[in-house]
């Protein structure tokens, strides 16, 4: 910009310039043409009255009225020219033999009487200024003067208005340089400001005390610039925020333009597709489960509604709902949310299996119970017969009594974030409990017991609670054992935790049952399990105890060849020493 307001300028001063000198130089050269006609026609005029002389001696006339006029300060040259154009005298002495008829001031003089003309002398090699006059019926005479000094005039003239020229365009130059800097240096750091605030620093700022409109524009675009930086500084904060609280959320969050393009996704999203390498700006594709969800995302921006729907993984058994919204704006996109909905769906169907197996628990005692009742009241039955009838009762009664201990008790250890009870318990000493308690079941089934335990093992629990873990373990292995088998308990240190191991020789878990083997109520075998009258709770006691006390348990099992039940719990350190006291 400040080369262009210079260049603009010095071409107005040099073509003001040269205008100017054009028009003084013109000026100058009619005022001198005008000069010089004046002096011709006073000579001409004084020639004319001394016709007689002039027409006797052209010649020496002529001269004389040079010399004349040259004492006076007039150098003028005189010539007198016949009618047929031949020189007849001239003041010069020269000697002429041009035929001056067709001389462009002769003619003009034949039609006017008088006629000038300014060209360069054949014989005396000088330019000069011609007038002549026409004497009718005699003779031309002709003045002349030299134009030298207009020349010279002119020239001095060209040369005074070039240097005045080059000095203008130089003192021009310069105030033209600094009015040029201070004008655009605001506009410079404008236009710099509005290039570091396109390009992201909003802080930077126009510098400079301005007085005159432009600093009225600079103290404007700090002020824009201000609101613009609060405005930025805002909308990145709620994006932030916005983002940090999609990024955190559960769900997956995926926004898609109508060409496939994923325009935002959070981590959710690649998790719940188990497609890690998705992105911003890449295709949404990849999966049948994808495809499923970029299909309804186009349908909703094609229709422009929200749309809802349903969607199963196919390698998986997962259940998603995929909200999908159409969003406006330039482009045409859609904001899908993807909710993962297995596990409320597996625990509806866990509480509806939950409810019928509790009510199918309940109700197989006691319709025992109240046929029973009903054929003890329906006639008068022997001795023998009553006492196997009350036998029965007694039998599902103390079923029933057993399932809601078992019911009560886990749900207990469900709500239970922690156990008040809790105290440090040696693991070889509570097992050995365990053991003596059903050491006469296990004598009534031909089963031994054993015991291989370190008796440096602590853990923190309550030893009632301790005692239901194991006890459902170890009279699991006693009812599901074989005829002279064996259940094996070992205790052991395994890094930060107590290895618990209940091993029996019974008939064994087929591997299908292992991931439902500690539900409610889950029975592997059901007739055998109501034969020996189990509740089905047993095992998911054992897993919530162990959960309690920040444990783990698992199993290993083959068929016919038995079972291993292990059970991880927190080892604690083993006691110090008692320091002796000091005696005073």
């Known amino acids: 910009m400040k080369k262009r307001l210079m260049l603009c300028n010095a071409v107005i001063i040099i073509v003001g310039f040269v205008a100017a000198f054009l028009f003084t130089a013109i000026q100058v050269q009619q005022q001198y043409k005008d000069e010089f006609t004046k002096r011709l026609d006073t000579a001409l005029s004084i020639l004319s009255t001394e016709t007689d002389q002039l027409a006797a001696n052209p010649d020496t006339a002529a001269t004389e009225v040079s010399q004349r006029l040259s004492e006076n300060g007039q150098q003028m040259r005189i010539s007198i020219i016949d009618l047929n154009g031949k020189v007849i005298g001239d003041s010069e002495q020269a000697e002429i033999n041009q035929n001056h008829k067709d001389r462009p001031e002769i003619q003009q003089a034949l039609k006017n009487g008088k006629g000038y003309d300014t060209r360069m002398s054949a014989s005396v090699n000088q330019r000069f200024y011609y007038e002549a006059m026409y004497l009718k019926d005699k003779f031309f005479i002709r003045a002349a003067l030299p134009t030298a000094n207009l020349d010279a005039v002119i020239n001095r003239l060209w040369l005074i208005a070039m240097l005045s020229m080059l000095l203008g365009i130089a003192v021009v130059s310069v105030v033209t340089g600094y009015l040029v800097y201070r004008i655009t240096e605001p506009l410079h750091q404008l236009t710099d400001t509005a290039y570091s605030i396109s390009d992201g620093d909003y802080s930077s700022r126009v510098t400079g005390e301005y007085r005159d409109e432009v600093g009225k524009l600079a103290r404007s675009f700090n002020t824009m610039a201000e609101n613009t930086q609060t405005a930025v500084f805002q909308l990145t904060s709620k994006q932030n925020q916005l983002e940090g ?340």
Not at 449 to 475: G, K, M
């Open 245 to 584: 609280l999609l990024q955190g959320m559960d769900d997956g969050v995926l926004a898609v333009s109508d060409q496939n393009e994923i325009l935002f996704l959070n981590q959710s999203a690649c998790r719940l597709l188990d497609k890690p390498g998705l992105k911003n700006g890449g295709k949404l594709e990849g999966s049948l489960l994808i495809s499923r969800i970029s299909n309804l995302m186009q349908d909703a921006i094609r229709c422009g509604q929200s749309k809802k729907e349903a969607v199963f993984g196919v390698a998986s058994e997962k259940q998603f709902v995929v909200y999908a919204s159409p969003i406006v704006g330039q482009q045409p996109s859609a904001l899908a949310v993807i909710t993962d909905v297995t596990r409320m769906r597996r625990l509806e169907q866990m509480r509806s299996e939950f409810v019928a197996n509790v009510t199918h628990e309940l109700k197989t005692p006691l319709t025992s119970i109240r046929g029973s009742i009903e054929l003890l009241k329906s006639s008068d039955r022997d001795e023998e017969t009553r006492r196997y009838f009350y036998d029965v009762l007694d039998i599902e009664a103390e079923r029933l009594h057993r399932l809601i201990d078992d019911m009560l008790v886990l749900s207990q250890i469900e709500n239970a974030k922690e156990d008040p009870s809790s105290r440090r318990c040696n693991v070889k000493d509570e097992l050995k409990n365990c053991m003596d308690r059903l050491q006469p079941v296990a004598e009534k089934d031909h089963i031994s017991l054993l015991l291989e335990a370190d008796s440096a093992l602590f853990v923190s629990c309550s030893p009632t609670r301790f005692e239901q873990l194991f006890r459902n373990l170890i009279e699991n292995g006693i009812k599901y054992n074989k005829p002279n088998g064996s259940v094996t308990i070992t205790a052991q240190r395994q890094r930060k935790t107590v290895l618990v191991r209940v091993k029996d020789t019974g008939i064994g878990i087929a591997p299908e049952h292992f991931e439902r083997l500690f539900e409610r109520f889950y029975r592997v075998d059901t007739s055998r399990s109501r034969e020996i009258g189990g509740t089905g709770l047993g095992l998911s006691i054992v897993k919530h105890l162990a959960a309690l006390y920040g444990g783990e348990v698992g199993v290993e099992s083959e068929v016919g060849k038995g079972s291993t039940f292990s059970v991880w719990l927190p080892l604690l350190p083993a006691e110090l020493p008692k320091q002796p006291e000091e005696k005073l």
